[in-house]
């Protein structure tokens, strides 16, 4: 609970406080004090518990909700109920006159005014929480994906692709993707030249190259060091072959510039493609498109 919420609802409190002390007022004013012999404690022990947890609730409500329409509703409905409840407890200390029989009236329909004023707050609380349950879910979502991103890069990480692939090979009984791993030829050297702050740079704009040759529904991640993988839904080899050749020009055609030297630096990629076929897993097709790029750093073919 946040007491400090009540600030915020001083009006609310004062109906609060007005609910409970007009009730008071009108069974104490009109009425008379019934003798001891007469009180029944039983009767006292209940409807007194539904006055206390009626003014339980609505303190409750005050010290955890801001203000708001929905606050409001159940605030006066509550206090509409209280008002009766508490009418009702007094008169089990009190007895009033037979010309009185209007207060009748005023004990019971404030209680069912009550009850469909807080109907209504609690649908209108329903819907809220629909809306910050669906929040909260992409909050969630956010935050775990975020847990996924390579912070040089911001693109996804390996784990990221690897989710991904294994959810399109567990969908589809027979696979109709592709993916490209890439490699930046000579990366080392151009770290140890310029350091790796100046790396990290030629990282995040070869990122930003890649996404721009992308399709929408393409997918790129870093795997890792100095090579990405990129996802190609429905799409077979060749064609990623296509986009990944597209790629590797826009790349090797972008000058560099470190900040240690005026001379531009170009970049090219080496990169291998595979499809998924029937009974892969992630891991294995990520090995296996490894290792060819490996042999084809190498200026060798791979062959299963």
Known sequence: MNFSLLANHQRLFTVVCASFTLSLTVSLGLGQFKPLADVSWLDILGEGSVALLSLCWLVFILVSRPAGNVTTSLILGLSCFLFSANLDLMDEFVFY?????????????PAGIGMLIMSYALYQWHQEQLILNKLLQKRE??????HQVDFITTLYDADYMR?????????????DFSVVMLDINNFDAF???????????VLREISDLILMNLRSTDLA??????RFILLFPDTDITVAQKIAKQVKKAIANIAFKPESTSEPVYHDLTFAAESAVF????????????????????GQQYHD
């Open 97 to 109: 006159q037979e010309s009185l029989t209007w207060l009748s009236m005023i004990e019971s329909i």
């Open 141 to 146: 979502a956010i935050f775990r994906e975020h």
């Open 163 to 175: 989710y991904q692939i294994d959810n399109k090979l567990l969908a589809n009984t027979r696979p």
């Open 191 to 201: 770290n140890r030249r310029f350091g790796h702050d100046q790396g990290d740079q």
């Open 221 to 226: 991640c870093r795997y890792a060091g100095d």
């Open 279 to 298: 009974g892969d897993g992630a891991d294995n097709l990520l090995q296996r498109v490894s290792r060819r790029l490996d042999l084809f750093k190498q």
